[in-house]
């Protein structure tokens, strides 16, 4: 007999006996003794409790094994459909290049679009795009994939390179399962004689320089102002007489110009989605007139490539604009005709799942955000509950008012509010900064580009969630649902004023009065 069996045996025996004490009480026969005897009984019940509270402990610990079970079980799940949204985001990039592609061919080279966005393409890669994957000589700093040789040869060989236990020759390869997705094969690290070193430093401020001068224009403004419409009507006027521009507008903007005057005969709009997803082929260049708001929206209405933003300042913070609207001639001047740098802005592609516990297939096109996506409790008095994982890996359960998902430019906007860091737009990393959590411990975190996040409600949540993204667009999220993000291989490219970091600290130290404190006076303490 096992100690548990005997246990139980025992713990059986005094629960008869107490029994047959208040029995005994019952009838009235020894009453004195009856009531005595049945208060032992009942104290000499109390040890098998032990024994349950054993057994309690057991099958809590059977519990435990059990959820640790399902964790892992999810944690496989979200690894699975981290790897699917791998795969679909680099199907739908190359088959976006392939179609535009095809696009620009049809159209033939007379206007010359394509070859002017394809080269800007490869500018906007870092101008690295033609390193040798393996022959690598360890001069320039961007060895993708260079090995390090058994003995080193050529001019530059010492004679210390034949002592003997050298250290046995390796590759560095990138991504976390071998060449997972090539986003960061013009990362900087090099290479030589065994030691990785970063010493080469990244030169992430990106020059853009046409190739021959830009043609068409977009312009994208802030609805409802009038000093918007006037300086808009100003600017296209100005570029159609000055530089010979082609104009595009929405088609909003576009009825509203041709009610003011028909000479405003020549711009040109869209009728539909359709002939909006062409735009990026035919735009060389975005002009915004408005706010942060106006530049989101602009971002909004490209779901792949995006053409260089130049953005006019008529809003009240415009974080992310740097030109003063009263300058536009000189300063779209400069841009029309000269080099300029640019802050390469990632966004993040995101996809909602329904009920991902039995669907695991992503469906319909990404929405794409430049600032966050914030999933919340919406009109729900409940705490959201919200499981998160970050491509295999188990983050954290969320308890509190929601979470923000966050890019680098997103980070001084809704996650600052929430208590995130501030970081500059060119750092590669996604925000994870929750809202209003119900935990004394849960700092924001940051974490790498490269990976992909799961956010679900689960089955036992008490109340919905609404994502929304770039503050608009709410959907609601029920129990099972889940939203998947990544970054978006379509950033939005943003001229700068003067170079991405003097642009980022100009905005926080003017429209965020970052740090400011009156100096202290001299007259202090010795
Ligand atoms: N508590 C908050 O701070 C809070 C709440 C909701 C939304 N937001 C932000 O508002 C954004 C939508 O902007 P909108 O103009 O359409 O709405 P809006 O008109 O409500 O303006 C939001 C404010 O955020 C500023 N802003 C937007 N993007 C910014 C950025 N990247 N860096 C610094 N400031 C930025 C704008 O200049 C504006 O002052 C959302 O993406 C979200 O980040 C913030
Ligand atoms: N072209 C557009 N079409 C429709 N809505 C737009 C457009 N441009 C901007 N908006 C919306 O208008 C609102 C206000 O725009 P924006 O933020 O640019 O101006 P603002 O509020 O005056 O500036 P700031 O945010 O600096 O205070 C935003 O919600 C934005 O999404």
Redesign the pocket.
């Known amino acids: 007999m096992s100690a548990d069996e005997a246990a139980l045996k025992t713990c059986h025996e005094r629960i008869n006996l107490s029994v047959a004490a208040s029995h005994q009480a019952e009838n009235g026969s020894v009453t004195t003794v009856s009531s005595k005897e049945s208060e032992e009984a009942t104290y000499a019940f109390l040890p098998p409790i032990e024994s349950t509270d054993a057994h309690l402990h057991e099958f809590a610990e059977a519990m435990r094994t059990v959820g640790k079970a399902l964790r892992q079980v999810a944690e496989g799940k979200a690894a699975a459909q981290a790897e699917a949204a791998e795969w679909k985001r680099k199907y739908e990039s190359e088959k976006a290049a392939k179609a535009h592609t095809h696009h620009s061919v049809i159209k033939g080279c007379s206007n010359c679009v394509k070859d002017k966005l394809e080269h800007l393409a490869s500018k906007l890669t870092l101008e690295t795009a033609s390193v040798d994957e393996t022959g690598c000589c360890g001069n320039h700093g961007i060895c993708s994939r260079q090995i390090l040789q058994d003995q080193c040869t050529g001019p530059n060989r010492k004679s210390d390179d034949r002592i003997v236990g050298r250290k046995v020759p390796f590759r560095l390869s990138w991504g976390s399962n071998g060449d997972k997705n090539g986003q960061h094969k013009h990362d900087f690290v090099s290479f030589e004689k065994g030691d990785i070193t970063t010493a080469e430093r990244s030169n992430k401020q990106i020059f853009l320089k046409w190739d021959s001068p830009p043609q068409t224009v977009l312009f994208v403004t802030k609805p409802n102002s009038n000093s918007v419409h006037a300086l808009c009507s100003e600017m296209v006027r100005w570029l159609k007489e000055h530089n010979n521009i082609n104009i595009f507008v929405e088609p909003r903007v576009s009825k509203e110009l041709l009610i003011e005057d028909s000479y405003f005969n020549f711009i040109q709009t869209w009728d539909n989605d359709q002939e909006m997803k062409t735009l990026h082929t035919k735009v060389d260049l975005i002009v915004t007139l408005g ?3 106006t530049v ?1 929206w602009a971002a909004s209405l490209f779901k792949g490539p995006v053409p260089p933003v130049v953005a006019f300042s008529l ?6 604009i740097p030109f003063p609207s009263e300058q536009y001639r000189e300063c779209l001047g400069n841009v029309l005709k000269r080099p300029f740098t640019i802050t390469l802005r990632s966004r993040l592609q995101c996809h909602v799942i329904r009920d991902a516990a039995k669907d695991e297939v992503e469906t319909g096109e990404p929405i794409l955000v ?3 996506v914030t999933i919340d409790r919406g009109m729900s008095s409940y705490l959201t509950y919200l499981e998160c994982y970050c491509d295999s890996s188990f983050v954290t359960c969320v308890q509190g008012d929601g979470l923000i998902i966050s890019t680098t ?2 980070s ?7 208590g995130g860091s501030m970081v500059h737009p060119q750092v590669p990393g996604i925000l994870f900064t929750p809202i209003c959590p119900h935990s004394l411990s849960f700092r924001p975190l940051i974490l790498p580009e490269y990976v992909t996040l799961r956010v679900q409600v689960p089955f036992n949540s008490r109340g919905q969630a609404w994502a929304s993204f ?3 667009g709410r959907i609601q999220l029920g129990p099972g649902d889940a939203l998947i993000c990544s970054v978006s291989p379509w950033p939005l490219p943003t001229a700068c004023l003067v170079d991405s970091t003097t642009d980022f600290l100009r ?1 926080i130290h003017e ?1 965020l009065h970052w740090n400011l404190r009156k100096s202290q006076a001299l007259d202090g303490p010795a």
């Open positions: 706010g942060d708001g989101l809003g009240s913070l415009g974080f992310m430049l600032n966050e430019s997103g001084t906007a809704y996650s600052l509010a929430a770039d503050g608009k905005s429209g």
